[in-house]
Nanobody, 121 residues
Framework: QVQLVESGGGLVQTGGSLRLSCAASGSIFSSNAMGWYRQAPGKQRVLVAGITSGGRINYGDSVQGRFTVSRDNAKNTVYLQMNSLKPEDTAVYYC???????????????WGQGTRVTVSS
């Protein structure tokens, strides 16, 4: 069974840092684009950062310069380093990955279960 397992969320003070990890497991051949989204209470889920298998990156406007996304293709893992955290970064963070199945022929999007990040003022 293919799944994305996230870790690294928690409670941090304003100005602090956290590092999120998301590892794909199961019968997969490789991963295409991977990324992070977040959803604050009462708001829609929005893109935080995305990275292709070739390393092309894009960020949401509100995190540019503070967050860094990276990946380890050999481990099918994506990371999100979050620095200079603000209370408005408080949300549930979800990992999303376009994973190629064991045959190498088919791919689809998967979502992680979400990890909560709370930034106190």
């Amino acid at each position: 069974q293919v799944q994305l397992v996230e870790s690294g969320g928690g409670l941090v003070q304003t100005g602090g840092s956290l590092r999120l990890s998301c590892a794909a497991s199961g019968s997969i051949f490789s991963s295409n684009a991977m990324g992070w989204y977040r959803q604050a209470p009462g708001k829609q889920r929005v893109l935080v950062a995305g990275i292709t298998s070739g390393g092309r990156i894009n960020y949401g406007d509100s995190v540019q310069g503070r967050f860094t996304v990276s990946r380890d293709n050999a481990k099918n893992t994506v990371y999100l380093q979050m620095n200079s955290l603000k209370p408005e970064d408080t949300a549930v963070y979800y990992c999303k990955a376009d994973l190629v199945d064991y045959s190498g022929r088919y791919h689809r999007d998967y979502w992680g279960q979400g990890t909560r990040v709370t930034v106190s003022s």
